[in-house]
């Protein structure tokens, strides 16, 4: 089967990208086609989901974790059963597991008590129904990120066993190591619920240590140490710190009977540790300069989701969020001071455009009132012209009057002159012929 980006898992998931991948599965980031939100889907190896006792078994993982309904249990949505593919579908989480946490670096004790109550809380509830996990260890806790905070969710119930029910393989010891109980180790047949509290024990040491409670160069000296107890003690301040290693000798005891006989007790042990001190005061007034801070920035503290107990890592979440508010808002005042300036340029820019239209104007207007007197005198040097043609053209007419009355008076006397003549001629000639 394909899972490439951009395949189909399902009737409704395209994976996005893989996140991760462990010995028996494939963790991808997937899409809902129709929801257009994101989860997780923990894919089963190909040659895993080929074994049916396998596929089987992983399934009943989902069916066993769908049915819990708990704050800090994470919840199956869906599942995947289709030929060569078997999936979980989980909602998506922002955050890290605890092994990412722990290898960042030191963890604070606040913190690490109420992630184990956060824990105990969550196992409570899955005892209550009748479900050993089996298998808690820091990557099976996630810490999802929540409005600033952390809140804390118990996964992977994939070895999980039902109370009465045969769920694993007879006679085998099945979970990691370093957090399994010594019964786990001995006869996992007879594991109860206890073995859940030894390995949250286990998981308390690491937190507060920095190191596995039970370590070593081999699997057998591993083994050893759980089955004998042997651990390192507490030292430096956690040493002097009231009841911590009271509770996590009664945790980590080899007989369970000596063990926490539920997870509410153990949570009522650790209650007792955390009691009013100095770090409250002083997570209480880092409390009140984030929202101080919040304020400044224009933000409703208001609506914060604060947990009942204060941890430094809520605390540092929280000012991550802030952090990251501050330099969305300085970026958003950066740009719109960008925007500014470029508008302050545009506008520096037209208004050079408008001073020089402004000047041309000027000059048109100046050009237009010289054409103007310009106009003027050509139309009275026109006017001037057309009197003087006029007066021209009426000299011309009383030159033409005159001229055609001297022709005339020409003329008579041209004809005048021929009659006397003509007359004197007569006369000659009747007195030429009289003679």
């Not at 286990?202 to 050893?224: K, N, S």
Request: aromatic content about 6%; proline content about 3%; charged content about 25%.
């Amino acid at each position: 089967m394909d899972f490439s980006p951009g395949s189909r898992l399902g009737a409704w998931y395209d994976i996005v990208e893989p996140i991760g991948q462990g010995g028996m599965a494939t963790v991808y980031r997937a899409r809902h086609t129709v929801l257009d939100s994101m989860h997780a889907i923990k894919v089963l190896l190909p040659h895993l989901a080929a074994d049916r006792d396998t596929r089987v078994r992983f399934l009943e993982e989902g069916r066993i974790q769908a049915c819990m309904n708990h704050p800090h249990v994470l919840p199956i949505t869906d599942l995947i059963n289709e030929p060569g593919c078997a999936g979980l579908v989980m909602r998506w989480l922002d955050g890290s597991d605890l092994r990412g946490r722990l290898d960042e670096g030191a963890i604070g004790l606040s913190d690490a008590l109420t992630w184990m109550q956060q824990t105990l809380s969550a196992l409570a509830h899955v005892h209550e129904q009748g479900v050993i996990h089996r298998d808690l260890k820091p990557g099976n806790l996630f810490l999802e990120r929540i409005r600033g905070g952390v809140h804390l969710q118990v996964m992977d119930f994939g070895i999980a066993k039902v109370i009465d029910k045969q769920r694993t393989r007879t006679g085998m010891a099945m979970g990691s190591l370093c957090y399994m109980s010594p019964e786990q180790i001995q006869d996992p047949r007879s594991v109860d619920h206890r073995s859940d509290l030894f390995a949250t024990g286990c998981i308390l040491y690491e937190l507060v240590c920095g190191v596995p409670a039970f370590d070593g160069e081999t699997d057998f000296e591993v083994m050893q140490r759980i089955t004998k107890g042997h651990y390192a003690a507490l030292s430096g301040p956690l040493r002097d710190t009231p009841g911590l290693s009271e509770v996590i000798a009664r945790a980590l005891a080899v007989d369970r009977a000596e063990r926490f006989q539920s997870a509410d007790e153990f949570t009522a042990a650790i209650a007792a540790i955390q009691g009013p001190d100095q770090h409250i005061q002083q997570h209480t007034a880092r409390l009140h300069q984030l929202k101080s801070r919040a304020e400044r920035l224009g933000l409703d503290a208001s609506t914060w989701w604060v947990p009942q107990e204060l941890t430094n890592e809520w605390l540092a979440g929280a000012a991550e969020k802030l952090d990251e508010q501050a330099q969305a808002r300085q970026s958003e005042l950066e740009d719109r001071l960008a925007a500014a300036s470029a508008a302050v340029k545009r506008l520096g820019a037209e208004r050079a455009q408008l001073i020089r239209k402004q000047s041309g104007i000027e000059r048109t207007h100046l050009l237009l009132a010289d054409l103007r007197d310009r106009l003027d005198e050509k139309t009275i040097a026109f006017d001037d012209m057309a009197e003087a043609r006029r007066m021209t053209l009426m000299e011309l007419e009383s030159y033409e009057e005159r001229l055609l009355h001297t022709l005339a008076s020409e003329k008579r006397l041209k004809l005048t002159i021929g009659v006397l003549v003509s007359v004197a001629l007569l006369g000659l000639l009747f007195s030429w012929a009289g003679g």
